[in-house]
């Protein structure tokens, strides 16, 4: 049977983590929807693709976690909008569709990732440089990338 004390620290630490997940969900809240010209969901497709490097549309929707349907309207938008191409390559399997980054989707993402970092950095006013090395150093350590920045471009 569990002492009084294990029973409390238990509880502590759900408390905890329950606050974290409730400053974590405001955080993302204060962060916005929208960052310049990408939805939030728009802006994290983009910088999984690359204008020289095609992707399955199948690959792509697994590591964003949509199903068919989902990454279908999401594609069919940006297409809409220019910023990815889609086809079929030759000399592999037709039935399968690849998508590519192109230049205006490419300047697009910049932008938004540009609106993005100064959102966070805005945010990080409220820390002083150390404080602001110590998140990142947690961030790392429980698998967060340490900065958001595209680097394809």
């Known amino acids: ?3 009084k004390t294990q029973k409390r620290e238990e509880s502590t630490d759900t408390d905890t983590i329950k606050a974290i ?4 969900d405001d ?3 204060q962060l916005g929807r929208q960052f310049g010209p990408l939805s939030r969901p728009q802006r994290r497709t983009l910088r999984l693709l690359q204008p020289d490097k095609p992707i ?3 690959d792509l929707g697994e590591q964003l976690g949509l199903t068919t349907a989902g990454i279908t309207r ?3 938008k940006l297409e809409e909008l220019g910023h990815i191409t889609r086809a079929r390559l030759p000399h592999s399997d037709q ?3 690849y998508v590519t ?9 910049q932008a938004a990732d540009q609106e993005f970092l100064h ?8 820390l002083n440089v150390n404080e602001q090395m110590h998140l990142a150093s947690l961030l790392q350590k429980i698998g967060m990338p340490e900065t958001q920045t595209s680097d394809k471009n």
């Open 101 to 109: 980054l192109t230049t205006t989707g490419a300047q697009a993402l």
């Open 119 to 126: 959102r966070i950095q805005a945010t990080l006013t409220a």
């Open 27 to 29: 955080w993302y809240t």
């Open 74 to 76: 999401m594609l069919d």
């Open 21 to 24: 997940a409730h400053m974590l």
């Open 1 to 3: 049977m569990k002492d």
């Open 56 to 58: 399955r549309v199948g």
């Open 95 to 97: 039935r399968q569709v």
